[in-house]
């Protein structure tokens, strides 16, 4: 299984590649990509150089191009993807069906990648985009268990590729409007979940509040650190409950799963975290490179997470949907 890793920068992107990264994902410097955020992403330049480090490495280069274009602005969609084909990426990763029409007709030879923001969770969806767009590869939404991974992978005319570390939406992908609620600035269109611009922090007796946009998203007594403020995994009173109603502030984590998804037919493993620094991209991608050989060999107990935990958001970890024991 292709392990594919997080770039925010170009010092990441390296560091990935230096880590044992198969692929490295990326996107430019706006909205086209999910991760639109201030001191992140790259312009065309540094995307020419280090794709050309990655491929003199043997690595591909996977730029996200995931967002939804917004009628009237589609040119700066349309010229993200002629300047990944340009820069000598190997594949972008699309969920708009517009985009991916316009990539197909345009630079037929640029290898689509489904984006996890199409949310396509069925084989039919699935190989309706095979068929339309000619997409090679589809990356599957974080709601599945590995048995209904491994059905999709037996019926899907294409190569799948799921998230195994790192940040775990309540949201099917490409779906949520929390964000949009609380700040006008859409995940799936803007690229920014939970904007910078809109977050605060203010001091109410010995609590520290953490507020996005008009909204109180959660309260930290003095000994407890004070998170970033997302709506999802914002602490909140509900009848006589005071709790985490959405989604704790966890990680998703199935390293332990590694066997089965290969077991299940999984092409590749994906590592969230673009927003991520670069001790978190190498030390995630050196672990999950050992635990993949090791995984060969049997040399390496699968279930031992104790090296990745500390990374972790809350320093907790959840195997997600992938382990529905709800049902």
């Known amino acids: 299984?292709?392990?594919?890793?997080?770039?925010?920068?170009?010092?990441?992107?390296?560091?990935?590649?230096?880590?044992?990264?198969?692929?490295?994902?990326?996107?430019?410097?706006?909205?086209?990509?999910?991760?639109?955020?201030?001191?992140?992403?790259?312009?065309?330049?540094?995307?020419?150089e280090v794709a050309a480090h990655a491929r003199s490495n043997g690595v591909s280069t996977l730029v996200a191009i995931n967002t939804y274009m917004r009628a009237g602005a589609e040119e700066l969609w349309y010229r993200a993807v002629d300047n990944a084909a340009v820069a000598g990426a190997?594949?972008?990763?699309?969920?708009?069906?517009?985009?991916?029409?316009?990539a197909a007709e345009r630079h037929p030879a640029l290898r689509r990648h489904l984006?996890?923001?199409?949310?396509?969770?069925?084989?039919?969806?699935?190989?309706?985009?095979?068929?339309?767009?000619?997409?090679?590869?589809v990356v599957l939404p974080r709601v599945l268990t590995v048995a209904e991974v491994g059905a999709i992978c037996r019926q899907a005319r294409c190569e799948t590729e799921v998230f195994v570390f790192g940040g775990l939406c309540v949201m099917e992908e490409g779906r949520c409007?929390?964000?949009?609620?609380?700040?006008?600035?859409?995940?799936?269109?803007?690229g920014v979940c939970s904007p910078a611009s809109h977050v605060r922090y203010r001091q109410d007796g010995t609590?520290?509040?953490?507020?996005?946009?008009?909204?109180?998203?959660?309260?930290?007594?003095?000994?407890?650190?004070?998170?970033?403020?997302?709506?999802?995994?914002?602490?909140?009173?509900?009848?006589?409950?005071?709790?985490?109603i959405f989604e704790d502030p966890v990680s998703l984590d199935v390293l332990a799963q590694l066997g089965a998804l290969r077991d299940a037919g999984v092409t590749a493993l994906k590592i969230e975290g673009?927003?991520?620094?670069?001790?978190?991209?190498?030390?995630?991608?050196r672990e999950i490179r050992r635990r993949l050989s090791a995984l060969e060999t049997g040399d390496l107990p699968l279930s031992d997470r104790d090296p990745l935990l500390r990374?972790?958001?809350g320093q907790k970890t959840t195997e997600g949907s992938y382990n529905k024991r709800w049902r």
């Open 1 to 48: 299984m292709e392990l594919i890793c997080p770039a925010g920068t170009p010092a990441s992107f390296r560091d990935a590649v230096e880590a044992g990264a198969d692929a490295v994902y990326c996107g430019f410097r706006d909205e086209t990509n999910a991760r639109n955020f201030p001191g992140l992403n790259f312009n065309v330049q540094e995307l020419v």
């Open 90 to 102: 190997d594949a972008i990763i699309v969920a708009d069906l517009g985009l991916l029409a316009y």
């Open 115 to 137: 984006s996890v923001q199409a949310a396509a969770a069925n084989a039919e969806h699935i190989n309706f985009l095979v068929d339309a767009f000619g997409i090679k590869r």
């Open 177 to 190: 409007s929390l964000s949009s609620y609380a700040t006008g600035k859409s995940p799936n269109m803007h």
């Open 207 to 244: 609590e520290m509040v953490s507020e996005l946009g008009e909204f109180t998203i959660n309260r930290f007594p003095k000994s407890e650190p004070a998170g970033y403020p997302t709506l999802c995994k914002g602490r909140f009173v509900a009848g006589d409950a005071v709790g985490y």
């Open 274 to 285: 673009r927003q991520r620094g670069r001790a978190y991209i190498a030390q995630v991608v």
């Open 311 to 313: 990374l972790s958001e």
